[in-house]
């Protein structure tokens, strides 16, 4: 794969989410959003306004997470925080599916609840996080399927605060399901730019991480051999190596192990790296 | 640059005469300064073949073109000779506040000739250098020999010097700066003390001028900014220390237990750099210039302590089996008292340990028993008994006592605290560092462990020996600046040929910093052959071929025989790890 820097950072969603984030830290963040050129940076609503006013003039957009980390917020409130997200500067809205809806089968509901997003973000591009950790594949496919029917312009892997974050396998099966037509969004335990480059080769054209800079700055080791890129242990993006019994549902946790049963590479998943 | 920057002082200990001399430019700009420099002088100006303990011996103590700058971490030094423990060439790196101070005074190295017929000191004021004399301070450890020092000469003043133990010719022996900082690997301490020098003392107030006053300062200002964004450098390190690796290794199996027996200690989480934080920890140290700050200072039997680090913990540690802190610590400070490498005395150490249990050799020490420990640091320092047979180094040792697999070195260095089975890449680097068993010359372990920059499959041998040559290169470069290696996990080669470009005023990219790093690889790798070094000297021990009992390295071996081919083919050397003449020519250093 030949991606240039500069096309690297494009993809970049600069992000910092965490409940202790400073202003400050916004600052920071912006700033090395302008130094980098990345797509945009994703923050919590209540930045919103100071990000925009920072990054006013330049090609750097605000993102602003929705119904965040949980997504189990009332559509009309989730609407609401779009609505005032975009009215203060975002361009994007990164929205948290109705995951509990979708296990429940509720597909009215899950698609409800995004259109009513989608509605309130106006020229805004929505992305839907699915939170794949807590999702089997069919429940993922499903997922995708209703975030394209309700108007979503992107659907996501994760929020970063859930059970697991993006994996190759997550991001290329929503690739699959949603084709050229939307964008798919890899976020959470992206940290190095093989970490990038392996989420893009497996589908993803935005990529949410609060390690844009060294992802950028660490590229230019790529220059000097190709011997990163080497193959991994298969075990190691996994997302069944990732299933863990105290932070998914026990159904949903077991559908995972259950198949590495079946998998070729079992006899490989020796040690703990 | 002026002329200023291209100054060395020559000393002749044996006439009592100093000359200063200014380098051609030529010279820094192929070999930069520090260890390429100093690599430089000595292949061109040691005959083969002396005894490294000889007056005929070479000691240079060098800095960089970046040293004493704005550029992070730029303030240390380096020492480099021929190792009396090695018989290889050998560059020897120490922290603490001596670089800067030589920078300032006007030098980039001091290239120490012959033997004092008395005990002498160096004293360096700006221009003004004179040997002293220092029978008062033979004798003395390394704390009273820079608090006398420092009475003589002003508290401005900083001080390298030699305790007991490179008096006395232990082969394990260190420099010591501000009292805890070693120069400490391959018996460069010995050489010292075998010219009679008891300390180099230095002052200096001159800036060191550079190329481009804003280029420099645009690049160190994206240098702490990248070293402020790191995870290493501005969260693990400065909180934890170096020994923050003791538990991360322990679970990859690889912290070396028992003289290499075991990949996995039991009580690792005790000896580890969290422990140190909630127990011993008085306060932080930092060298010259550093953002990092990764130094301890501790206090164990009210005794204010530097260190320890991550090596260290490891030699008294887990490779000797012992679990307490307070043991660990306190034999830190008896090494820093002698100037002694803590990384060689533990590894010897923990040699004699498995050839006593193994029946091969007699002695009161065993694994997992601190009594006997600190008092075979003191006979080791003094020559003592026993300890004159461990202060040769762990492969004498073995040697004499009828088991030579059982010393963990190559080409007769203690390899540090990182098991090789468990990282085919680390592995490679042990087989060819040039100066014996090493974990800096290349640190594979930052890809193959710590994930940085990307994490490898630490089993694969595929592209191995490319990286392996990738980080050689680029520390041979970095170590001739000179600055902390620790900013490898923070900047990339780029950087560094930024920060050179805007010092020096010579227009370089990374690709060109790096072959200057293989210039200064191969020319050492030219003077291991001229002093009889073959392909055989890149090996390691036989245990290494054995699988590891248990642990996250379990069942694991090093597959050298896959990398090394690979590896001189990558070099451009023969069969026989000699390097081809086109290379030689190619490098212009023939």
Redesign the interface.
């Known amino acids: 794969m030949t991606l240039s820097v500069e096309e690297l950072a494009k993809m970049i969603d600069h992000t910092a989410l965490k409940a202790d984030t400073k202003r400050s830290k916004i600052k920071q963040l912006c700033e090395e959003a302008l130094t980098y050129e990345f797509g945009a940076v994703c923050i919590n609503s209540i930045h919103v306004e100071y990000a925009a006013e920072l990054l006013k003039n330049s090609d750097v957009k605000v993102c602003c997470v929705v119904g965040f980390p949980l997504g189990t917020n009332l559509s009309s409130v989730k609407a609401f925080e779009a609505k005032e997200a975009v009215r203060l500067g975002a361009e994007e809205i990164d929205m948290v599916m109705n995951v509990g809806a979708l296990r429940d089968g509720n597909i009215e509901l899950v698609q409800s609840d995004i259109e009513a997003v989608v509605r309130a973000s106006g020229d805004a591009h929505v992305k839907v996080i699915l939170e794949t950790g807590l999702l089997i594949d069919d429940q993922k496919r499903e997922a995708c399927r209703i975030a394209r029917k309700a108007g979503a312009h992107f659907v996501k892997t994760s929020t970063g605060f859930g059970p697991m974050g993006a994996t190759p396998y997550d991001v290329k099966l929503m690739r699959e399901v949603v084709g050229s037509t939307m964008g798919v969004k890899a976020a959470g335990g992206i ?5 990038a480059l392996i989420m893009i080769d497996a589908g993803a054209n935005r990529l949410g991480t609060s390690s844009g ?2 992802i950028i ?2 590229y ?2 790529a ?6 890129m ?4 298969p075990c ?1 993006r996994c997302p069944s190596r990732a299933a863990n019994l105290n932070k998914q549902p026990k159904d949903v946790y077991l559908w995972y192990k259950q198949r590495c049963i079946t998998c070729p590479h079992r006899d490989e998943n020796i ?3 | 640059m002026s002329e200023f920057n291209f100054k060395i002082l020559r000393v002749s200990l044996t006439d009592n005469k100093t000359l200063t001399e200014h380098l051609s430019p030529e010279i820094m700009f192929r070999f930069l300064g520090g260890r390429g420099l100093g690599v430089k002088l000595i292949y061109d100006e040691l005959k083969s073949g002396v005894d490294p303990l000889s007056p005929d011996n070479i000691l240079i103590f060098a800095v960089g073109p970046l040293t004493a700058t704005s550029v992070p971490t730029a303030g240390r030094f380096v020492v480099i000779t021929k190792s009396p423990l090695t018989g290889t060439i050998f560059d020897s790196h120490c922290g603490g506040y001596f670089g800067a101070q030589l920078r300032k005074a006007g030098y980039v190295a001091i290239v120490i000739h012959g033997r004092s017929s008395t005990p002498a000191y160096l004293w360096i004021d700006d221009d003004k250098v004179e040997i002293k004399d220092a029978t008062h301070l033979w004798g003395l450890d390394t704390y009273e020999t820079t608090d006398r020092l420092l009475d003589e000469t002003g508290p401005k003043a900083q001080v390298a010097c030699i305790g007991p133990a490179g008096e006395n010719g232990v082969k394990l022996a260190a420099i010591i700066n501000d009292k805890h900082r070693a120069a400490g690997r391959g018996g460069v301490g010995a050489v010292m003390g075998s010219k009679g020098l008891k300390a180099v003392v230095v002052k200096g107030s001159k800036s060191p001028s550079v190329s481009d006053e804003d280029s420099l300062e645009s690049a160190v200002k994206r240098a702490r900014l ?1 070293i402020k ?2 995870p290493v450098t501005n969260k693990a390190l400065p909180v934890y220390g170096t020994a923050v690796l003791v538990n991360l290794i322990n ?2 199996g690889m912290l070396p237990t028992h003289n290499f027996q075991e990949g996995t200690f039991n009580d690792a989480e005790g000896v580890s750099g969290e422990k140190i934080l909630e127990r011993l920890l008085v306060k932080t140290y930092r060298c010259h210039g550093c953002p990092i700050g990764c130094g301890r200072i501790t206090r164990v039997n009210d005794i204010e302590i530097g260190g320890p680090e991550y090596e260290t913990v490891w030699a008294f540690g887990p490779q000797c089996g012992i679990n307490d802190l307070e043991t660990i610590t306190l034999a830190n400070h008896k090494c820093n008292l002698y100037g002694l490498d803590t990384i060689s005395v533990g590894s010897t150490i923990g040699c004699a340990i498995e050839l006593t249990e193994k029946g091969l050799m007699e002695s009161q020490l065993h694994f997992g028993q601190i009594e006997g420990l600190l008092d075979m640091i003191d006979a080791i320092a003094y020559k003592r008994g026993l300890g004159a047979e461990l202060a040769e180094g762990s492969r004498s040792l073995a040697e004499k006592h009828g088991a030579p697999e059982l010393s963990m070195h190559v080409k007769g260095l203690e390899i540090p605290a990182y098991d090789p089975r468990g990282a085919q890449g680390h592995a490679l680097g042990y087989a060819t560092s040039n100066r014996g068993g090493c974990h800096l010359r290349s640190y594979m372990i930052g ?1 193959e ?1 710590m ?1 940085s ?8 041998t ?3 020996p ?2 392996v040559i ?1 980080y050689q290169n680029l520390s041979a470069a970095m170590d001739s600046l000179v600055v902390c290696r620790f900013t490898n996990f923070a900047w ?3 950087d560094y040929a930024d920060m050179i470009s805007a010092a020096m005023g010579i227009p370089i990219g ?1 690709d060109e910093f ?1 072959k200057i790093g293989e210039r200064i690889w191969t020319l050492e790798r030219l003077f291991n052959v001229r002093e009889g070094l073959t392909a055989a000297d890149d090996r390691l021990p036989k245990r290494f071929f054995k699988p590891l009992p248990e642990g ?2 379990r069942n694991r071996v090093v597959h050298l025989d896959e990398l090394l081919p690979k590896y001189y083919q990558l070099r451009k050397w023969d069969e026989k790890g000699i390097p081809t003449k086109a290379l030689i020519s190619e490098l212009e250093i023939g």
């Open positions: 940290r190095t730019f093989k970490d800079v060294s700055e660490d230019r080791w220059r000097y051999s190709t011997s990163w080497q193959p991994e242990k190691w040690f703990n790296d | 990248l964004k790191n679970e990859f890809p462990v994930g920059p990307v994490r490898l499959d630490r089993d694969r595929e592209g191995k490319e990286l990738l990339t080669i780029d990374g790096l996250g390295s």
